[in-house]
């Protein structure tokens, strides 16, 4: 898998000449016995610590340190760049779908704090990787609306629902088109009544007297 393009013998020398060179220069990354290899405890990877992120984000554990991360990094991550085995195609897959998943999940979150604009950065790089997501432009168009960009977020609806009648021949759900569409009333706030000044008409004196 390692060396496709040689044959198993060739490839067997090759992974031995690998796992000789690590141990020579007190590398001790990988364990390796007559039959399997894999990471020794102490290695960290990027990708375990996006795992262990991606987890708290979703499962609602989510700590004031990963609500401050750089959603940049996150979103640039990519699983094995340039391989492309079945194996890797499936995993990178899966990867990439948590990765969106979470960076939803994680404009909710900043948008819950109060941190609107963090939470539009966030989620418009999940719409930026899966731009047909309805999920991820109803997050972004929310994120947008709760700044106060009202505008922007309408623009941004009638964005998605042209690719999406472009590329895909339907429109957005009745739910998406009610929150994009909804306007933003400000209300009158109600003032506390005030008594009228003048005198109390006679009858009141009489209630006001007995209690009444």
């Keep these: ?5 040689v044959e198993d013998g060739r490839a067997a020398g090759n992974l031995r000449s690998a796992l000789w060179r690590l141990q020579q220069v007190g590398c001790p990354l ?3 016995d007559h039959a399997t ?17 991606a987890g708290r984000v979703l499962s609602g554990h989510a700590t004031p340190a ?9 979103a640039d991550q ?27 999940e994680l404009s909710l979150l900043l948008r819950r704090s109060g941190r609107h604009f963090a939470a539009v950065e966030a989620v418009q790089l999940a719409v930026q990787a899966e731009p047909l997501r309805e ?3 109803r997050a972004l168009i929310e994120a947008h609306q709760a700044a106060g960009n009202w505008a922007v ?7 998605f629902r042209r690719i999406l009648r472009r590329e895909v021949g339907v429109e957005p759900s009745p739910e998406l088109t009610a929150v994009a569409t909804a306007s933003r009333r400000r209300l009158p706030v109600p003032m506390p009544l005030r008594p009228r000044p ?7 004196h009489r209630e006001l007297a007995s209690g009444g």
Aim: hydrophobic fraction near 45%.
């Design 66 to 74: 990963d609500l401050a991360v750089d959603p940049g990094p996150i």
């Design 135 to 137: 999920s991820g432009q």
């Design 37 to 53: 290899l894999g990471l020794r405890e102490h290695v960290e990877t990027d990708l375990a610590h996006f795992e262990a992120w």
């Design 1 to 5: 898998m390692l060396w496709p393009t």
């Design 30 to 32: 990988v364990r390796a």
């Design 153 to 159: 977020a309408r623009q941004q609806f009638d964005a």
């Design 78 to 104: 990519e699983l094995l760049p340039g391989w492309y085995d079945d194996w890797v195609l499936t995993v990178r897959e899966r990867v990439h779908l948590r990765r969106v998943h979470a960076l939803e």
């Design 198 to 204: 003048g005198r109390l008409r006679p009858e009141a």
